[in-house]
C-alpha cells in the first residue's frame, strides 16, 4: 500500500448511479450489485457505507468476499458467484451459518454445500447457474431441469434463486443475448418463488426485457459504460479520481531522451515531471508515450516508457509546476483525456481492467 497514491472516492457519484439504475428498472425489480474484486478496485471498505442502505442485495465472486460484507454489518441478501468447494470446511460452514446464498453450478459444487449444511446443521440457500451460451460456469440448459429437481430433493438446501450470465450483452448485435434470454425463460421452474435473474450492467443500461425479477450491475454502479456499442446514455458518474503528486520536476535539453528504450525524444528543451506510480501499482505500461494526466487542469503527457513505480511527464507547457504540485492521473470527468474509459481505449483494454489494477495498492478515501 502505498500512502502517497490516493483513490479519491466519490459517494454522491455512486449514489447518483445507483437512483440512476433504480429508475430504469423501476420499482417490481431488485437491485444488487456486484462488489466484487473490492468493488472493482474502488474499495470495499469506503464504498460499503455508501451501498448498504441503497441494495437489495450485494453479489461476490468468492466465498470470503461474502464473509466479509457480513462482518461489516450486512445482514440482507448476498450472492457468491463462485463456489466454497476447494476453501476448508470452516469457510464452507460459516457461508452457511451466515446465510450466504450460494451458486451451485454442478453436483459436486452442491455436495459439497449439503455436507457443510449438515455439519452444522442448519440449511443452505442456493441459487442455480445455468449456462446459456456463455460457456463458463453453470450446469448446460438441457441439464437444468433434472439439475431442479435434484437440489429440490436434497435435503438442507433451498432453491431460491436461478440466474445465467450473457456473453455480449455489450455488443451492438443482440440476437445472441436474446437467444440466450429465450434458452433460459425456457428452463425456468414454473409457479415458484425462485428469483430469477440474467442481467449485467448493458443488460441493465440497454436491454429491458432481460431485467426478470432483479439485476446484477457492476461497472456501471461505479460510473462507467461497460463498452462503447451501448446505445443509452444514462449519465452515469465515474466515481473514482487516482492522485499522485510530483516527486520532482527538472529541465533536460533538446535532444536528450526518457525512460527504459530511450523511446521519448524531447525536441526542444522540457522540464520534465516525474510521477510516482508505474504498472506495479496497476498503470498499464502500454500507456506509454499515449496517456496524459493533469496538473492544475492542464494535460501533460505521458513521455517514455511507464516504470514499475515511475513515470515521466512533459510539463514544459505548463506554467510554474513544481515538485510536490498535485497529479491527476485518473480523472472522474468522463470527458477528461485521462478519463476511464479513454484510458481503457488507449490501453486497448475494457474500463474493467483499468479500475481493477489501479484501485489496488493505494489508499482509499471518500470525498463526499
Ligand atoms: C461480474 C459479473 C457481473 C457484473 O458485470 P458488469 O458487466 O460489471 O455489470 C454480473 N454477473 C456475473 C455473474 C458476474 O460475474
Known amino acids: 500500500m502505498k500512502n502517497y497514491l490516493t483513490a479519491s472516492i466519490s459517494g454522491s457519484a455512486v449514489r447518483h448511479n445507483i437512483a440512476v439504475?433504480?429508475?430504469?428498472?423501476?420499482?417490481?425489480?431488485?437491485?444488487?450489485?456486484?462488489?466484487?474484486?473490492?468493488?472493482?478496485?474502488?474499495?470495499?471498505?469506503?464504498?460499503?457505507?455508501?451501498?448498504?442502505?441503497?441494495?437489495?442485495?450485494?453479489?461476490?465472486?468468492?466465498?470470503?468476499?461474502?464473509?466479509?460484507?457480513?462482518?461489516?454489518?450486512?445482514?440482507?441478501?448476498?450472492?457468491?458467484?463462485?463456489?466454497?468447494?476447494?476453501?476448508?470446511?470452516?469457510?464452507?460452514?460459516?457461508?452457511?451459518r451466515q446465510g450466504i446464498t450460494q451458486t451451485v453450478m454442478s453436483k459436486s459444487a452442491l455436495a459439497s454445500i449439503e455436507a457443510a449444511a449438515d455439519r452444522v446443521n442448519g440449511t443452505a440457500r442456493v441459487h442455480l447457474k445455468v449456462d446459456t451460451g456463455m460457456g463458463r460456469l453453470g450446469v448446460l440448459a438441457a441439464q437444468a431441469s433434472d439439475m431442479i429437481k435434484t437440489i429440490q430433493e436434497t435435503d438442507r438446501i433451498e432453491l431460491t434463486g436461478i440466474y445465467t450470465h450473457f456473453a455480449t450483452a455489450d455488443e451492438a448485435d443482440r440476437d445472441s443475448v436474446f437467444s440466450q434470454l429465450e434458452l433460459f425463460k425456457s428452463i425456468i421452474p414454473e409457479g415458484t418463488e425462485i428469483t430469477r435473474h440474467a442481467a449485467n450492467s448493458a443488460a441493465t443500461i440497454d436491454l429491458p426485457d432481460t431485467y426478470l425479477d432483479m439485476v446484477r450491475p457492476g461497472i456501471a454502479v461505479y460510473g462507467y459504460n461497460p463498452s462503447d456499442q451501448l446505445r443509452n446514455q444514462l449519465g452515469l458518474k465515474p466515481c473514482m479520481s487516482v492522485l499522485a503528486k510530483l516527486i520532482a520536476v527538472k529541465h533536460v535539453p533538446?535532444?536528450?531522451?526518457?525512460?527504459?528504450?530511450?523511446?521519448?525524444?524531447?525536441h526542444r528543451d522540457s522540464r520534465i515531471g516525474v510521477a510516482p506510480i508505474g504498472y506495479g501499482?496497476?498503470?498499464?505500461?502500454?500507456?506509454?508515450?499515449?496517456?496524459?494526466?493533469?496538473?492544475?487542469?492542464?494535460?501533460?503527457?505521458?513521455?517514455?516508457?511507464?516504470?514499475?513505480?515511475?513515470?515521466?511527464?512533459?510539463?514544459?507547457?505548463?506554467?510554474?509546476?513544481?515538485?510536490?504540485d498535485e497529479v491527476e492521473v485518473i480523472s472522474s470527468d468522463s470527458n477528461a483525456?485521462?478519463?476511464?474509459?479513454?484510458?481503457?481505449?488507449?490501453?486497448?483494454?475494457?474500463?474493467?481492467?483499468?479500475?481493477?489494477?489501479?484501485?489496488?495498492?493505494?489508499?482509499?478515501?471518500?470525498?463526499?
Open 21 to 96: 439504475l433504480r429508475s430504469v428498472i423501476g420499482v417490481d425489480v431488485k437491485l444488487c450489485p456486484v462488489v466484487k474484486d473490492d468493488c472493482f478496485g474502488h474499495g470495499m471498505d469506503v464504498l460499503y457505507p455508501v451501498l448498504a442502505d441503497l441494495v437489495d442485495g450485494f453479489a461476490v465472486a468468492s466465498p470470503l468476499e461474502a464473509l466479509d460484507l457480513r462482518n461489516k454489518g450486512f445482514e440482507g441478501f448476498i450472492l457468491c458467484f463462485l463456489s466454497a468447494y476447494f476453501d476448508d470446511f470452516e469457510v464452507q460452514n460459516e457461508l452457511v
Open 281 to 324: 501499482d496497476g498503470y498499464f505500461r502500454n500507456l506509454s508515450n499515449k496517456a496524459v494526466v493533469r496538473i492544475g487542469g492542464h494535460e501533460a503527457p505521458v513521455c517514455g516508457r511507464v516504470s514499475m513505480d515511475q513515470m515521466t511527464v512533459d510539463v514544459t507547457d505548463i506554467p510554474g509546476v513544481q515538485a510536490g
Open 337 to 368: 483525456p485521462n478519463c476511464v474509459e479513454n484510458l481503457a481505449r488507449l490501453a486497448d483494454t475494457i474500463p474493467y481492467e483499468i479500475t481493477c489494477h489501479l484501485g489496488h495498492n493505494m489508499r482509499h478515501v471518500l470525498i463526499d
Open 254 to 266: 533538446e535532444g536528450s531522451r526518457s525512460g527504459y528504450g530511450l523511446t521519448h525524444e524531447f
